[in-house]
């Protein structure tokens, strides 16, 4: 089984800043894929940034130039760096891992979420 622990969440003043971060541990051979999604009240889940093997990095529009996403492989982890929080981030934030633990599928695993509020 592979279990992925997320942190950093928390209240920010618009403008401020926030790093998010989400471990996995388990039966991992190898990750394809790390990701995060948000969902704010009463709106649809929505990928917010990912990165696949190879370092390509994937940014929704809303996101891009100021969040950033980056992953230690050593440690299993992905963060994601949000620079410049504007109260339509709020949310709960949720890091996903594509995974293959030896055979040729892959797996995905979804973390528990952690809310992230602006507001001043």
């Known amino acids: 089984q592979v279990q992925l622990v997320e942190s950093g969440g928390g209240l920010m003043q618009p403008g401020g800043s926030l790093r998010l971060s989400c471990a996995a541990s388990?039966?991992?051979?190898?990750?394809?894929?790390m990701g995060w999604h948000r969902q704010a009240p009463g709106k649809q889940r929505e990928l917010v940034a990912s990165?696949?093997?190879?370092?390509?990095?994937n940014y929704a529009d809303s996101v891009k130039g100021r969040f950033t996403i980056s992953r230690d492989n050593a440690k299993n982890t992905v963060y994601l760096q949000m620079n410049g929080l504007k109260p339509k981030d709020t949310a709960v934030y949720y890091c996903?891992?594509?995974?293959?633990?030896?055979?040729?599928?892959?797996?995905?695993?979804w973390g528990q979420g952690t809310q992230v509020t602006v507001s001043s």
């Open positions: 990165i696949i093997v190879g370092g390509i990095r």
């Open positions: 388990g039966s991992i051979r190898s990750i394809t894929a």
């Open positions: 996903n891992f594509i995974v293959r633990k030896g055979g040729p599928y892959e797996y995905e695993y």
